[in-house]
């Protein structure tokens, strides 16, 4: 009996030691391109269906050869009959491989759009050995590589348009992406933050510099980041998901407010400053979106635990700036209350209540005009 | 920095796709592996695991945040292995064998360090080739990515004491084929 345990535990030891295959370098590319991949709608999936896999036709393809073909006309005859002036009158077969570099770098642009990424790499590559000093055909070449699962060799053409074009900024950004995808974060950031100095309101690397802060546990920096993405960037899930991060952490500057059938992002910390400029722009938000929901009637609502008049004042204040906004278009009514009190809301973190003072409360219910009338 | 898999699922599922990615670092091997031992060669094995990964991000809400994400994981990887097995023909399976030892030759050549334990080592790999597919799986699962009997039985959909009966026998059914094979050596 005991042999036969001492047997089993050697086995098992065994089995723990046995080896595994290497998954391909390339295969995680693969798998995250197909998750970026929309899955195709119903129509094209029954389109699909019916024609797979020998009677092959596709709109896109179609229109990406034609593309191909017009473009390689372009960039090889038009081209090259300029430089050749009038002996340029003969018609010029364009063979796959022209020898200008911007024919086949907009080739592999239409192959690449095509999807037909093998094919499109071959025209970059080409494009590049004609003129490596062209950082958009290396950039491009890099794309191509991430394309066809080759991420080192991605990596190192962005690199090399880094080095040679310090502020090239798609590359520099896609640097940032692949870090941060790869779980570097540090090395994300430093490249988002390349990016910044040349473009400081550039949505994905504001954003995704919150994402690394968050995965770095750098609490203030992400707060920073996500308030700097969410200065310029209102509306779109990215706004909405911002706000959500910097709940979680405690942060309540920057909410959500429903108007209608639209979700609108407003810096609190504005609507209740007593400068009536900081406000102005929050409202002139609020003016747009409610422009647009003129079956509703709008309630504004202000709290300030230390003083009663301040929440009012402030009330007055937004609903003026409103009206201005406004213009003189049909509207729903406005409503405003105030209270010397703290709001209290629910914390999207731990699920507990939370007191906010000064703080500002904006929702809008259906206007009940029509009901009165009917009643009436 | 250690993020849990279960974080990562709710950050994706709240939008950031790119988060995926970890997870696919983290898992891919033993899928991958997985994927090699149902269809023999790396290029299946690769489209399968593209496949099943595909199959995890589009079914990610459905997994439940109190629950291991590891061995939901591998139940919708091995469904999808099983699918893939099912249709194909038996003698897909012949292939599959001879396709594993060149392959394991391969490997072979780059790793010949060691002596006695390697070829134990190699020994019990091709006698968990001969077990049927689950209880192969199951016996990969607890002893080789240390999964507790709990997430074995959940990745599997059985009751834990099928799994222990299933690793009893594993273990019994590897233990004949090793001592057949001691026994022709001898």
């Known amino acids: 009996m005991n042999n036969i345990q001492d047997d089993d535990k050697k086995i098992a030891e065994l089995l723990r030691q046995t080896r595994e295959q290497e998954a391909p370098a390339w295969l995680k590319q693969q798998i995250m391109q197909r998750v970026y991949t929309p899955r195709p709608n119903p129509y094209h999936r029954l389109k699909n269906w019916f024609f797979q896999p020998n009677l092959h036709f596709s709109p896109v393809g179609l229109v990406a050869v034609t593309l191909v073909v017009c473009i390689a006309f372009w960039g090889g005859v038009m081209k090259e009959r300029q430089s050749a002036g009038a002996a340029g009158s003969q018609a010029i077969a364009v063979s796959p491989f022209t020898n200008n570099a911007e024919a086949n770098y907009l080739i592999g642009r239409g192959l690449l759009a095509a999807d037909q990424r093998e094919a499109a790499l071959a025209f970059f590559h080409r494009a590049v050995a004609l003129e490596p000093e062209r950082a958009e055909y290396v950039h491009w070449q890099a794309v191509a590589y991430w394309s066809t699962g080759k991420e080192d060799l991605e990596r190192q053409s962005y690199f090399k348009v880094v080095q040679e074009h310090p502020d090239y900024v798609p590359s520099l950004l896609n640097l940032g992406h692949n870090f941060l995808e790869n779980g570097k974060y540090n090395k994300a950031l430093d490249y988002y933050q390349r990016v910044l100095q040349h473009e400081p309101q550039l949505p994905e690397a504001l954003y995704n510099s919150g994402l690394a802060y968050q995965r770095l546990d750098e609490e203030t920096r992400e707060k920073e980041a996500f308030k700097n993405f969410l200065e310029t960037n209102r509306t779109g899930k990215w706004a909405l998901r911002a706000v959500e991060h910097l709940h979680q952490l405690g942060d309540f500057s920057f909410r959500t407010y429903r108007i209608g059938m639209y979700r609108l992002v407003l810096k609190v910390t504005d609507l209740v400053q007593s400068a009536p400029a900081a406000s102005q722009k929050e409202m002139e938000l609020l003016a747009d979106v409610f422009n647009h929901a003129s079956e509703q009637e709008l309630q504004i609502v202000v709290y300030n635990s230390e003083e009663r008049s301040k929440a009012k004042q402030t009330a007055l204040r937004l609903r003026d700036q409103l009206l201005r906004h406004l213009g003189p278009g049909p509207h729903g009514p406005i409503k405003i209350s105030w209270f010397d009190a703290a709001e209290t809301i629910s914390s999207s973190a731990d699920g507990q209540n939370l007191k906010l003072s000064p703080s500002v409360l904006i929702f809008s219910t259906p206007s009940n005009m029509d009901k009165r009338r009917n009643t009436i | ?186």
């Not at chain 2, 590891?70 to 990887?77: C, E, I, R, V």
């Not at chain 2, 360090?113 to 070829?119: L, P």
């Not at chain 2, 222990?164 to 026998?169: A, P």
Request: proline fraction near 2%.
């Open chain 2, 1 to 186: 920095m250690d993020y849990s898999d279960e974080e990562i699922v709710k950050d994706v599922l709240a939008g950031e796709k790119q988060l995926f990615g970890l997870l696919v670092d983290r898992y891919q091997q033993p899928v991958y592996n997985l994927m090699f031992r149902y269809a023999g060669n790396r290029d299946e094995a690769a489209d399968l695991t593209q496949d099943a990964f595909l199959r995890i991000f589009e079914r990610l809400r459905l997994f439940q945040a109190d629950k291991v994400f590891f061995p939901w994981l591998y139940s919708l990887a091995i469904n999808l292995a099983k699918d893939w097995s099912r249709k194909k023909n038996r003698q897909h399976r012949k292939m599959f064998l001879l396709q594993q030892q060149a392959e394991e030759t391969q490997i072979d050549t780059a790793v010949h360090e060691d002596s006695e334990n390697r070829q134990e080592i190699e020994q019990v790999e091709h006698g968990l080739m001969l077990l049927p597919s689950q209880t192969r799986e199951i016996l990969i699962l607890r002893y080789r990515h240390g999964c507790p009997i709990q997430d074995v039985a959940s990745a599997f959909k059985i009751s834990e004491s099928a799994v222990k009966m299933r690793i009893k026998r594993g273990l019994a059914q590897l233990r004949g084929i090793l001592l057949d094979k001691e026994s022709l050596q001898s």
